[in-house]
């Protein structure tokens, strides 16, 4: 059960090993049937979805969503491993059959986040900035910007895109008093 569940969770790795997998027999003059190609296409989109659901509410994943994916990606997996055995040799197809299956079993990580950043309106205007930069600056809040400290040393401070310009430059200036930016001229 250990397998299955972690073969679940792991869609974006072993729908990426597939695209190097096609790709090197793309490169050895070999092309994938558009079924193929489709196959893998809809299992990456479905994947990419159902790790965002479950980075967004850190549960597992979505099980009808995850019904859809794994027989996509089986599809994928089966016709290229024959097309690479065909055209290479089983060594060539055990090599390729062997890191998809690492892949499945691989850690999963966190997806990027498309667009916007979570927990950001739409409208506003998000910057990240290290924490230690913000020493001494004037108060984000004065500027009617949101702050909000993050566990990596990072700010997220969000707010309207002139208001942002003008925390910026005071940052700026702030550390280019304390000769922190710019660059510094010989007296040569």
């Not at 994947?47 to 980075?55: K, L």
């Not at 089983?90 to 690492?102: H, N, R, S, V, Y």
């Not at 940052?171 to 922190?180: N, S, V």
Request: hydrophobic share 40%.
């Amino acid at each position: 059960m250990q397998n299955a569940e972690c073969r679940m969770q792991n869609y974006l790795a072993a729908a990426k090993v597939l695209d190097e997998l096609m790709l090197a027999l793309l490169g050895k003059g070999l092309t994938a049937p558009p079924h193929v190609v489709e196959d893998l296409k809809a299992g990456r989109a479905l994947a990419n979805m159902s790790a965002r659901q479950q980075a967004a509410s850190q549960e597992p994943g979505n099980a009808e969503l995850e019904g859809k994916i794994a027989p996509a990606l089986e599809r994928v997996e089966m016709n290229l491993l024959a097309l690479a055995e065909m055209a290479e040799g089983a060594a060539f197809a055990d090599l390729w059959q062997g890191k998809i299956a690492g892949a499945y079993q691989s850690p999963p990580q966190a997806p990027p986040l498309a667009g916007k950043m979570q927990g950001v309106p739409r409208d506003a205007y998000p910057i990240r900035i290290q924490s230690s930069a913000l020493a001494g600056c004037a108060p984000a809040e004065a500027l009617d910007l949101t702050v909000t400290a993050q566990e990596d040393g990072y700010t997220l401070i969000y707010g309207t895109k002139e208001n942002i310009s003008v925390f910026l430059k005071d940052i700026r200036r702030q550390q280019e008093q304390q000769g922190k930016v710019g660059f510094k001229r010989d007296s040569n």
